[in-house]
Antibody
Framework: EVQLLESGGALVQPGGSLRLSCAASGFTFSNYAMSWVRQAPGKGLEWVSFISGGSVSTHYADSVKGRFTVSRDNSKNTLFLQMSTLRAEDTAIYYC?????????????WGQGTLVTVSS | DIQMTQSPSSLSASVGDRVTITCRASQSISSYLNWYQQKPGEAPKLLIYATSSLQSGVPSRFSGSGSGTQFTLTISSLQPEDFATYYCQQAYSPEYTFGQGTILEI
């Protein structure tokens, strides 16, 4: 059974940093790209970042480019999102998601999310 | 960046109704269009990928169609568990943009 478990969400002050983790199980982690998606309170889904299975390719939403860094440790089946220079508008539930095969790149499994609150 | 626009933003319907939600892309995305369902307090769930392929376990009352810039999600006969928010997502570019969502209400 595929499972994705996010952790690391917290209350952080504006300008601060935070690292989110997503522990994966139930599939060959290194074979699949992964993404982060966030959802501000009461708002819609916003794609945040993408990383290929071998970490060769990464992509970011304009809203986080230069502030967030996605990475993964395939030996530990774990995905990360390093967030810095956090702003109030980064407040959201952050989901990690498994990307299907390149020919049909939907997000077929999602974690339960971890809440990041940016506030003084 | 590719922009995704859904319509309507909200929709009221009854059990048994046939409903259609539309998603428009700002440029051609071929058939790289996915649909998700999200219920309050839950993570999104993939319903349809690549425009019309039903994800495993999703009831056949859900269907998708379209190509290029115009896509639709159809629910043939609404069930009580279908009342939720629906999002389209383009997967043509690696900036996997979502639409703003359509709230389907009773």
């Amino acid at each position: 059974e595929v499972q994705l478990l996010e952790s690391g969400g917290a209350l952080v002050q504006p300008g601060g940093s935070l690292r989110l983790s997503c522990a994966a199980s139930g599939f060959t982690f290194s074979n699949y790209a992964m993404s982060w998606v966030r959802q501000a309170p009461g708002k819609g889904l916003e794609w945040v970042s993408f990383i290929s299975g071998g970490s060769v390719s990464t992509h970011y939403a304009d809203s986080v480019k230069g502030r967030f860094t996605v990475s993964r440790d395939n030996s530990k089946n774990t995905l990360f999102l390093q967030m810095s220079t956090l702003r109030a508008e980064d407040t959201a539930i952050y989901y990690c998601a498994k990307v299907m095969v390149p020919a049909a790149p939907g997000f077929d499994y999602w974690g339960q999310g971890t809440l990041v609150t940016v506030s003084s | 960046d590719i922009q995704m626009t859904q319509s309507p933003s909200s929709l009221s319907a009854s059990v048994g109704d046939r409903v259609t939600i539309t998603c428009r892309a700002s440029q051609s995305i071929s058939s790289y269009l996915n649909w998700y369902q999200q219920k309050p307090g839950e993570a999104p769930k993939l319903l349809i990928y690549a425009t019309s392929s039903l994800q495993s376990g999703v009831p056949s009352r859900f269907s998708g169609s379209g190509s290029g810039t115009q896509f639709t999600l159809t629910i043939s006969s609404l069930q009580p568990e279908d009342f939720a928010t629906y999002y389209c997502q383009q997967a043509y570019s690696p900036e996997y943009t979502f639409g703003q969502g359509t709230i389907l209400e009773i």
